[in-house]
């Protein structure tokens, strides 16, 4: 017994020795665990690896999950009515067919935009925005994506009252954000609204992002979300130093949360919330 305590006590000792004054033996595990408590935890068009994407079976299933917020996209009904749904037109992801800005909301909401995804989900419809809003503010972030506004004259201000008749206009900690690929609608929402933040997306670009184009951001922008892929360390530090955030897409594998939440990225929109460890709310 004499023995075995001994050869433990010199095993210890030899770890000890390797580990800097100061550190824990377990530093490492302590720097993940921070680093993965700092990231924001984004579910991309809800839950979307578990639910039919941009519907409420999805939006659920992130809180569910403890996503820190959920990302949706915005489009407009032939009526005017904002709806939630990512494609230009209705073919994937429901029973019918055609763009969406020549249905009327009541013909939208006559979809099955859950079936495709599974039986279980059969029934499940197109929301409005103000649907979503009404369900979950309070509850958790949303992540708001303005798709293909070009499409859709004046839908920056239609966001903006929807925002505004619920006192969403100025939000506490970030809850609400607002994003687009559409840059110059990304700064007309920030003209209209300048105290929601903003964000930029970015397809992936073989010449990166440059010093220019960062500070070109920085007017109307709080947030430069570009593909994963093109993300790197450097890449974050450069948009901190320009006192912007980042939250790469779309995650669908753990190698690449691990990654980006190496590397510091602010948040990490995924579609499988499980796959990044959730901030704690405030």
């Known amino acids: 017994m004499k023995q075995f305590v001994s ?46 994407e941009n519907t409420m079976a999805a939006f659920e299933k992130a809180v569910d999950m403890k996503a820190d917020m959920f990302e949706l996209d915005v489009q407009m009904s032939k009526d005017g009515e904002l709806v939630v749904i990512h494609d230009t037109t209705v073919d994937r992801t429901t029973d019918g067919t055609g763009s969406v800005k020549n249905l009327t909301l009541e013909e939208l909401k006559s979809l099955d935009a859950g079936s495709w995804f599974g039986e279980t989900f059969a029934g499940e419809t197109i929301p409005t925005l103000g649907e979503v809003l009404d369900e979950y503010r309070g509850k958790t ?15 920056e201000q239609k966001v903006a009252d929807e925002l505004k008749a619920r006192k969403l206009d100025k939000p ?42 960062l500070e070109r951001f920085q007017k109307y922008a709080d947030y430069v979300n570009p593909s994963k892929s093109m993300i790197d360390a450097s890449l974050v530090e450069r948009i901190h130093d320009f006192d912007m955030k980042t939250h790469p897409w779309t995650v669908r594998d753990r190698e690449s949360a691990n990654f980006l939440l190496e590397v510091g990225a602010d948040g990490i929109i995924t579609d499988y919330p499980d796959y990044v460890y959730s901030h704690p709310q405030n």
């Open 7 to 52: 050869a433990l006590s010199a095993g210890a000792l030899a770890l000890l020795l390797f580990v800097a004054p100061g550190e824990s033996v377990f530093a490492s595990e302590d720097i993940a665990t921070k680093e993965q408590k700092q990231v924001l935890n984004i579910a991309h068009r809800g839950a979307s690896g578990y639910a039919p």
């Open 172 to 213: 506490e900690n970030e809850k609400i954000i607002v994003q687009s690929f559409d840059h110059e609608s990304v700064r007309k929402f920030h003209d209209i609204l300048p105290e929601v933040p903003a964000g930029v997306l970015l397809g992936y670009n073989p010449d990166g992002i440059s010093d220019e184009q």
């Open 141 to 155: 972030g949303i992540l708001i994506e303005l798709k293909s506004p070009s499409l859709y004259p004046g839908i």
